[in-house]
């Protein structure tokens, strides 16, 4: 479906170069795939935190082997993306017939995947200096520091190369379109009735000619794929019906849904591991300090002590529960 509407829309334009629009369309639907997963997994360890729990801590490690595999395949089959086939668009070397797939697959899985970890690096020390957390060591302090600072000018720098290319890319005057593609020599073009047929076939005969383990391996990537493609072409549909659905009260009327719009979770089982004295930190087992609540589970701690057990369990010390320093609330009362 998606592959006949490209090819329609290459139909009536005089040239290979995608517009603007499947561009920023492919690029909003890769960085949209990551947090979709990410919750996928969330939900997945809050049901079962016994089972699933450690899925949040290897989630990145989790998605950065899946995309992988998933961008390996349909650089090697497609010469594209999947989010970049899924428009019909392709990659088209600038001194080669050939694609070259390492650098494709560096930018494509390596780069989002150490974003992300300096994303979230950056906020953790800005939280331990906020926090007022510092270093034994003079040197990390000194090094926290420099990132601290100079962070936030390299991400706008970089996001404002990307429009630069972005907008020259639209005004026809580079055949660039970010800067990943302009550093690996790579640029996006239209994927013809006649190159798309071409790259079927080439799957069919790596599928066929493979055996074993490879075969397994291409088969279950090429399914997982299609089964992707096919839930990205009729998601839209789906969750507008499940909004329908909720709207009007679900099975037997009975609305599970807030007024804000929130799914209103089951509630917790009875707790019976808390403490027998009142203003006791569950840690600790000692006067409270710093009361902060955990909102996954709704129990007071000390400030030190929860915030320095979730940065190594990452889950409620007494539901178990999965929970991120994102949820404490410090609560502050007249003495």
Request: with cysteine; charged share 20%.
């Amino acid at each position: 479906m998606a592959n006949s509407a490209a090819f329609l829309t290459s139909t009536f334009n005089s040239t290979s170069q995608p517009s603007i629009f499947e561009v920023t369309a492919q690029q909003s639907l890769a960085q949209t795939l990551g947090p979709a997963c990410r919750h996928i997994l969330k939900v997945a360890a809050t049901s079962q935190p016994e089972h699933c729990g450690l899925l949040i801590k290897v989630q990145d490690e989790l998605l950065l082997l899946a995309n992988a595999a998933l961008q390996l395949h349909y650089l090697k089959v497609y010469n594209s993306s999947f989010t970049e086939n899924f428009y019909g668009l392709e990659r088209l070397a600038e001194n080669s017939q050939q694609l070259a797939i390492r650098p494709s697959f560096l930018c494509l899985v390596l780069v989002p995947y150490l974003r992300r970890k300096l994303e979230t690096l950056f906020q953790k020390c800005r939280e331990d200096q906020a926090d007022g957390v510092q270093p034994s060591n003079p040197i990390i302090a000194r090094l926290r520091s420099i990132f601290l600072s100079s962070f936030p000018s390299l991400h706008c720098l970089s996001q404002a190369v990307n429009i630069a290319f972005l907008l020259s890319f639209s005004l026809r005057k580079s055949k660039y379109h970010n800067l990943l593609s302009w550093l690996v020599g790579v640029s996006l073009v239209y994927v013809t009735p006649d190159r798309q047929k071409e790259k079927e076939n080439r799957k069919l005969d790596a599928i066929q000619g493979s055996r074993g383990l490879r075969h397994l391996a291409i088969t279950s990537v090429s399914t997982a794929a299609r089964i992707l493609t096919f839930s990205l072409e009729v998601g839209s549909f789906f969750l507008q019906f499940l909004d329908w659905w909720y709207a009007q009260g679900g099975v037997g009327g009975a609305s599970t849904l807030h007024e804000d719009g929130q799914t209103i979770p089951k509630p917790p089982p009875t707790i019976t591991e808390l403490p027998a004295r009142g203003g006791t930190c569950p840690i600790c087992q000692r006067r409270r300090r710093g009361d902060t609540v955990l909102a996954s589970s709704g129990l007071v701690f000390c400030y030190a002590c929860i915030v320095q057990h979730l940065r190594k369990e990452a889950r409620c010390p007494v539901t178990r529960l999965p929970a991120k320093e994102e949820q404490l609330i410090r609560i502050f009362t007249q003495q």
